[in-house]
């Protein structure tokens, strides 16, 4: 059974920073690339930042920066490092695996920033 578990979320002052950790299991994490995406009330979900297989990352403008995507092969994880964060970073945060057809969702992790 695939699981990703997100943990990390809570509420933050602007400027502040978190890290999210997201934990796969039941999948080769080491074949999967890792995303991380977001959504907010009333909008749609979008890509935050995405980490290859090998490495690459690429960033949505909104937060390029600002964070950071990171992957831990050893321990099955994922990191989003979130620094100066702003109140329209706030939403829930979901954790993406994908490898050709096969594509997973963590459960989501609420951030929100305060003003």
Do not use: H
């Not at 994908?98 to 305060?114: I, L």
Request: charged content about 15%; glycine content about 10%.
């Amino acid at each position: 059974q695939v699981q990703l578990v997100e943990s990390g979320g809570g509420l933050v002052q602007s400027g502040g920073s978190l890290r999210l950790s997201c934990a796969a299991s039941g999948i080769i994490f080491n074949v999967y690339a890792m995303g991380w995406y977001r959504q907010a009330p009333g909008k749609e979900r979008e890509l935050v930042a995405a980490i290859t297989r090998d490495g690459s990352t690429r960033y949505a403008d909104s937060v390029k920066g600002r964070f950071t995507i990171s992957r831990d092969n050893a321990k099955n994880t994922v990191y989003l490092q979130m620094n100066s964060l702003k109140p329209e970073d706030t939403a829930v945060y979901y954790c993406n695996a994908n490898y050709f057809v096969y594509d997973y969702w963590g459960q989501g992790t609420q951030v929100t920033v305060s003003s």
